[in-house]
């Protein structure tokens, strides 16, 4: 059981460069995430997805897109990236039975830095 | 969106000693639930309280819900160099995401 694998761990871009982050899931979880990290600001949810072909906007969007295309997979593309971009990215799932007290799993993270 | 304040921000301690961090909020919470995160990895999941009032132990760590489900904390007792990471403590919002505080960093040092 590999749990939530990301992909790529680490990337540079150039400003203005277009990107995917992937995010793969085994556990058959219903829910899943990607968040950012910076230094002071904790982990602030970008989009998420309850389900297959579903997705929502999170606290900070701009400049993001997602895809759930299949169950096990959430896709997040950065169009045209931006310096203030930089940040270490999370992917996390849970099983969506219970949305409330259910743990979230989460990826080793994907360190980006765009010049 | 719910804010989560925790406090400190940063704690360096010797081996040995006692620590306590915090998670504040105006908001009441369904539950709450705290991780922890090392260098290079996602965070992982320590505990989760959801009912006032309640005390759950995880061997030297000790979390606490306050009776108004607005606040909790953690303490640990004797710290060691293993207990060194980030821990992060996040709020189930009821409508499918958890809002996450900004962490205290803890160095405990041999």
């Known amino acids: 059981n590999a749990g939530v694998t990301q992909t790529p761990k680490f990337r540079v871009l150039k400003t203005g460069q277009s990107m995917t982050l992937l995010c793969a899931q085994d556990m058959n979880h219903e829910y899943m995430y990607w968040y950012r990290q910076d230094p002071g600001m904790g982990l602030r949810l970008i989009h998420y997805?309850?389900?297959?072909?579903?997705?929502a906007k999170g606290e900070v969007p701009d400049g993001y897109n997602v895809s759930r295309l299949k169950k096990q997979n959430f896709l997040l593309g950065l169009e045209s990236a931006a310096p203030s971009q930089t940040s270490v990215y999370f992917c996390?799932?849970?099983?969506?039975?219970?949305?409330?007290?259910?743990?979230?799993?989460f990826g080793s993270g994907t360190q980006l830095s765009v010049l | 969106t719910q804010l989560l304040e925790q406090s400190p921000q940063f704690l360096s301690i010797q081996e040995g000693e006692n620590l306590t961090v915090y998670c504040n909020s105006s908001?009441?919470?369904?539950?709450l639930q705290w991780y922890r995160q090392e260098p290079g990895e996602g965070p992982v999941l320590l505990v989760t309280?959801?009912?006032?009032?309640e005390v759950k132990k995880l061997k030297r760590l000790t979390f606490q819900f306050g009776d108004a489900r607005k606040d909790s904390s953690l303490h640990i007792t004797a710290a060691q160099p293993g207990d060194t990471g980030l821990y992060l403590c996040?709020?189930?919002?009821?409508?499918?995401?958890?809002?996450f505080g900004k962490g205290t960093m803890l160095l405990v040092s041999p």
């Open positions: 997805s309850v389900g297959e072909g579903t997705t």
């Open positions: 309280v959801v009912t006032g009032g």
């Open positions: 996390a799932s849970r099983p969506g039975r219970r949305p409330t007290n259910e743990k979230l799993f």
């Open positions: 996040a709020a189930d919002s009821g409508y499918s995401t958890l809002t």
């Open positions: 908001s009441v919470f369904s539950s």
